[in-house]
């Protein structure tokens, strides 16, 4: 049974920072790409950041240079770094997993980010 955990969300102040972690398990981690999504109230889902199985990454740009994605394959866990966090980025955020070759997706459940004073 495939599982992405998340954890890290919760509320924080304009300017603050949060770490986001997914911890996977039932899949061979080290073979998947591993992405974050975000949906705020009323918006479609959008991809944040990803990282390939080879360690390639990928952000929106509205977060360049704020967030950061890295993953452990040892620990088959992928995280994402955020930083100078604004009400913007208030949201659902959710783990992602895609298999290199077959392309199957998984995901977890989604952790709530609320950035606001």
């Known amino acids: 049974q495939v599982q992405l955990v998340e954890s890290g969300g919760g509320l924080v102040q304009p300017g603050g920072s949060l770490r986001l972690s997914c911890a996977a398990s039932?899949?061979?981690?080290?073979?998947?790409?591993m992405a974050w999504y975000r949906q705020a109230p009323g918006k479609e889902r959008e991809l944040v950041a990803s990282?390939?199985?080879?360690?390639?990454?990928q952000y929106v740009d509205s977060v360049k240079g704020r967030f950061t994605i890295s993953r452990d394959n040892a620990e088959d866990t992928v995280y994402l770094q955020m930083n100078s966090l604004n009400p913007e980025d208030t949201a659902v955020y959710y783990c992602?997993?895609?298999?290199?070759?077959?392309?199957?997706?998984?995901w977890g459940q989604g952790t709530q980010v609320t950035v606001s004073l």
């Open positions: 992602n997993a895609e298999a290199e070759y077959s392309k199957r997706v998984y």
């Open positions: 039932g899949i061979i981690f080290k073979f998947y790409a």
């Open positions: 990282v390939s199985s080879g360690g390639a990454l």
